[in-house]
């Protein structure tokens, strides 16, 4: 084993450990192998709906070493998001528990600059990227070859310790250090995320069809919501987190302690009467720095009138 490599890979993972990253694992840089049928397959099928940017950087998403210069090592983070309390509450508009607070992007990419700086005042001068759900790289297969966790059949990653309210971002470094090894895959016969959907959006297992996915018609969908999913939205309004919710995993979440992603006074206290009549005003007050804010006023609007009921 190269010392070196084992020295800066300690130092990475302390590192992203003080910074507030749940788990830090590293996997050699290189060609997806398996993953390039899956994605093709899943291309052909149709499952990105509208999501035509899918179908990009074919070989980007697969190779790595095409998006950073001599890159060697692809160093994968999980961040917490789990909250305190679940806002989504029966009878009330729900929207996913990532978009609580901060928008993840904004909270994660700091500290992956932080992160980057700290490499290079250790090590010296090092080449690499980070990439925070910003680039086309396959975060799922990386992170599952780095030991992060598996990828359940709802297509997330699954983690033993944590389940799987986390954000996935990664480092490509053209530094050498020790990979970690893939853990198994830990969900046996249990179908209860693709038995909970509402829109049936599993096909098979870790095969999503995202043109059906409540995720995928509240937020990428720009056009109107099919009527074909007319009942079967269950009050969610931005995102979705039934599959998440269901997974038995989940009961080893932990709250997060980050200020960032703790939700804005007013979110948390929203009824039905205040989604329905909030104001392009209280909309840009409330989710100034949000994730909400992706779907615009007008998206979250049609959402909201898509699943009153009649």
């Avoid at 297969?141 to 986390?166: D, E, I, P």
Wanted: net charge neutral.
């Amino acid at each position: 084993m190269n010392p070196k490599a084992e020295k800066h890979t300690i130092f990475i993972k302390d590192k992203a450990r003080e910074l507030g990253f749940s788990f830090c694992g590293v996997s050699e840089a290189g060609f997806l192998e398996e993953e390039a049928p899956r994605l093709e397959a899943w291309l052909s099928k149709g499952y990105h709906g509208s999501m035509g940017y899918m179908e990009n950087h074919f070989d980007k998403r697969l190779d790595p070493r095409k998006l950073v210069e001599g890159a060697k090592s692809v160093v994968s983070l999980g961040f917490n998001y789990y909250p305190e309390k679940d806002l989504a509450q029966e009878g009330e508009y729900k929207i996913a528990k990532y978009a609580y607070g901060i928008d993840y992007h904004f909270v994660v990419k700091d500290r992956m600059r932080q992160l980057m700086q700290a490499i290079r005042e250790e090590i010296g001068e090092v080449g690499g990227r980070a990439f925070v759900d910003s680039a086309p790289v396959m975060e799922h297969a990386w992170a599952r070859k780095s030991g992060l966790g598996w990828v359940g059949k709802h297509s997330l990653l699954l983690n033993r310790q944590m389940g799987s309210f986390f954000f996935l971002s990664e480092l490509i470094l053209d530094l050498e250090l020790v990979p970690d090894s893939p853990v198994p895959d830990y969900c046996g016969t249990c179908t209860r995320c693709i038995d909970a959907c509402p829109t049936d959006a599993i096909a098979d297992a870790r095969n999503v069809d995202g043109s059906k996915c409540i995720s995928y018609l509240t937020i990428e969908l720009k056009d109107g919501i099919p009527a074909e999913f007319k009942e079967k939205m269950q009050e969610w309004i931005f995102g979705c987190d039934i599959c998440q919710d269901v997974c038995p995993w989940n009961r080893f979440s932990k709250p997060n302690q980050v200020p960032e992603f703790q939700p804005h006074k007013h979110k948390a206290q929203m009824k039905k009467r205040d989604w329905e009549e909030i104001t392009r005003e209280v909309f840009n007050e409330i989710f100034r720095k949000s994730a909400v804010k992706r779907t615009k006023l007008e998206g979250l609007q049609r959402n909201i009138r898509f699943v009153q009921k009649d």
